[in-house]
T-cell receptor, first 119, second 116 residues
């Protein structure tokens, strides 16, 4: 498609259930990012993929959170045993890979997000 | 660690008013600085960026200057329109762990409401 897509757009779940959030990046973008926006918080980085590998998972808040990417394209963020504090908007972004130079920044294109509500 | 602080909203203005949204940052090294905008029902979009001190980013009438001496990147527009109503996020890029990728650190966002 023309942009980054995410599904579902809204998800309501009960505490303790597992959820899967999906991200379809822009075709050709090898870098993929997950962020989380909680009420009153800024956007927090969760994880970064380059191709199918995740060299930086430092933002995942607990071991209940995991993510995978297959075929260098679609990514799934899984939250196990959801808690109420997991309620947030989960954003996915993709880009061409950036280099190590501070000037070599490739724009990250964001999807519309998935709003997760844990009751 | 790296962090971004921006003014809390909402900021409420009449059409054609002057806009300033303050943003300051704390960072090691030489980050790039960004303003992102999120229109209602849409994803985040890059509005403008600056990659080194004294650079001015500009787009759609918005401007921001990278001020290293004051660690600031304030967003300004001379005459806002109703269509500018959105949430604005200040961000910086820092190197991700174990990689060279550019990891974005965001402020909490400032909602702008422009009335006719």
């Amino acid at each position: 498609g023309a942009g980054v897509s995410q599904s579902p757009s809204n998800k309501v779940t009960e505490k303790g259930k597992d959820v899967e959030l999906r991200c379809d990046p822009i075709s050709g973008h090898t870098a993929l990012y997950w962020y989380r926006q909680s009420l009153g918080q800024g956007l927090e980085f969760l994880i970064y993929f380059q191709g199918n590998s995740a060299p930086d998972k430092s933002g995942l808040p607990s071991d209940r959170f995991s993510a995978e990417r297959t075929g260098g394209s679609v990514s799934t963020l899984t939250i196990q045993r959801t808690q109420q504090e997991d309620s947030a908007v989960y954003l996915c972004a993709s880009s061409f890979p950036s280099g190590g130079s501070r000037r070599q920044y490739n724009e990250q294109f964001f999807g519309p997000g998935t709003r997760l509500t844990v009751l | 660690g790296n962090s971004v602080t921006q003014m809390e909203g909402p900021v409420t203005l009449s059409e054609e008013a002057f806009l300033t949204i303050n943003c300051t940052y704390t960072a090691t090294g030489y980050p790039s600085l960004f303003w992102y905008v999120q229109y209602p029902g849409e994803g985040l979009q890059l509005l403008l960026k600056a990659t080194k001190a004294d650079d001015k980013g500009s787009n759609k009438g918005f401007e921001a200057t990278y001020r290293k001496e004051t660690t600031s990147f304030h967003l300004e527009k001379g005459s806002v329109q109703v269509s500018d109503s959105a949430v604005y996020f200040c961000a910086l890029s820092g190197l991700g762990m174990n990689t060279g990728f550019q990891k974005l650190v965001f402020g909490t966002g400032t909602r702008l409401l422009v009335s006719p």
